[in-house]
Structure formats: C-alpha cells, structure tokens
C-alpha cells in the first residue's frame, strides 16, 4: 500500500508540473518593409535615435509630419489599415558621414511578446555627409508586448 501511494504521488507530482515549453516557442513573424532610409537630417527633423510600436493613425501621421514629402513619397504605403496592423518604427542616430544602415532583420514572436531583431549591417564611413538611418515594417496587429533586441 505504501509503494501504491509513493508511486500515485510521484505521478501526480509529475503530471501536474506546467510545461512551458509549449509558452516559450518562437516562430516567426512575418513583416513588410515600408521604407528605409538613410537620409540627412533635414529630411527627418532631427528624429532622435529611437524605437516605436505606431498602433493608430494619429501617431502615424505625427512621424509622417516630422518627415520631408520627399522622403514619405518614397514609402511603399502611407495609409496603413490600423485596425489589422501595426508599425514598428526604428531610427538610428545622427553620423557625421555616410554609408550606415539600421536594420530590422527578423521579428519572432512567443505566447508574451514580440520580439524585434534590429542590427546594423552597413557601418558607415562612406562619404563626408550628415545622416540618420531608419527602418519602418508593418506586422499583423498583435497585443503582445514588444521586445527590442
């Protein structure tokens, strides 16, 4: 009778522990790229270096407000669907020369949050001109938090 209930207990302890894995599995998110850019900062407004999730027109049109026509007329779209997607938004900051890139190169996502890979792959040094790189994707609307990386 004793080895019956040691052996119930231990499998009862073994059942009842939560296996996160099924939490902790990234898959990918797909993304389309709206536009990158490796402007002078004239065409920015001197946009400080910074990371932003754009979820509704009006702080869209803010950004878009903050950029020259020239450089939002490059833009894959300008009108994003707001109620299905979102924007994720990063700018780099201000180099005394040319050549840099920021990158999004790959958004993943678990059962919490989104998490966005952003990398410099150009390093700059090309040429003796002011600019500010950026990169703009849309992803499928999503509540879960988002992660810069």
Known sequence: MKQ????????????????????????????SVVAQGNPSPSQTQNISKSNLVIKDTES?????SKMSTYE????????????????????????????????????????????????KLNKGNDATVVTQPYHIVKIAKTTKNIVFK
């Open 60 to 64: 869209w049109n803010s950004l878009l």
């Open 4 to 31: 019956l209930i040691t052996f119930f207990s231990i499998l009862f302890l073994l059942a009842g522990c939560n296996n996160d894995n099924e939490h902790s599995k990234q898959s990918t998110v797909e993304f």
């Open 72 to 119: 939002t007329s490059r833009f894959s779209e300008n009108n994003i669907d707001f109620t299905n997607y979102q924007i994720i938004v990063v700018f780099d900051q201000v180099y005394s020369n040319g050549g840099h890139s920021i990158d999004i190169t790959k958004i993943t996502e678990d059962y919490y949050s989104v998490f966005v890979k952003v990398e």
